[in-house]
Structures are given as C-alpha cells and as structure tokens.
C-alpha cells in the first residue's frame, strides 16, 4: 500500500477528541478546499454537527458539493 494510502487511512477526524476546530491554511494550489470538505463530509458521515467557513474569494466549495452556495448558510440533515 503506498505511503500516502496508509496515511490517509489512519486519518480518522471522527475520531479526534482534542479540538472542536479545524483550520486549513497554506499557500494556494496545495489542497485546503479538497482537505477541508474532505474533513467535513468525514464528520458529518459520522454523525458530527459540522459548519464549513471559505474566507477564500476564489472559494470552489459550490463545485466539491455541486450546489449553490450563498451567504445564508445551509442546514443539511
């Protein structure tokens, strides 16, 4: 199994206990919005209550769920 493989198997957010925060931050192009919804869809898979925040202007977040996204917020049950 490749390294990258293994390493996201062991990567279970659902199953962190330290934190109720998650921060994804780095220079553009190295992944935060696929990490981050990622994450999210993970946590909510598992029955986690979970608010996904974009400061980013050129946010994609509407593409990764393929929904229109406004300054509302949504409730997805």
């Given at each position: 199994?490749?390294?990258a493989e293994r390493l996201m198997q062991s990567y279970q957010?659902?199953?962190l206990e330290l934190t109720k925060y998650f921060f994804f931050t780095g220079k553009g192009g190295v992944g935060?919005?696929?990490a981050a919804c990622a994450t999210t869809v993970s946590l909510?898979?598992?029955?986690?209550s979970v608010m996904l925040i974009s400061t980013d202007p050129a946010s994609n977040l509407q593409d990764?769920?393929?929904i229109e996204l406004d300054n509302?917020?949504?409730l997805a049950i």
């Open positions: 199994m490749p390294n957010p659902a199953k935060k919005t696929s909510a898979d598992s029955g986690k990764v769920f393929g509302k917020g949504r």
